[in-house]
């Protein structure tokens, strides 16, 4: 079990989802929550992991799916 939480100011859901940034690759992969916290990253609620939008010039690579129903 975790109480970790969503990065966004504001938002107190559980996180979801786990974000993390390549900046050489300009990439924002958004995967399973990590085990560990990442330094690199930051978790999101599901919600937020679905809405979230990359800065002009970033690729955002999905590798989990996240219900509309969470
Ligand atoms: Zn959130």
Do not use: F, N
Request: proline share 6%.
């Amino acid at each position: 079990m975790s109480d970790r939480r969503c990065a966004k100011p504001l938002c107190s859901q559980a996180a979801a989802a786990t974000v993390t940034l390549d900046y050489e690759g300009s990439t924002l992969a958004i995967g399973p929550l990590a085990p560990d916290y990442a330094a690199e990253g930051y978790d999101l609620c599901a919600e937020h992991a679905r809405r979230l939008t990359p800065s002009h010039g970033w690729q955002v690579m999905r590798h989990v799916e996240l219900s509309d129903d969470a």
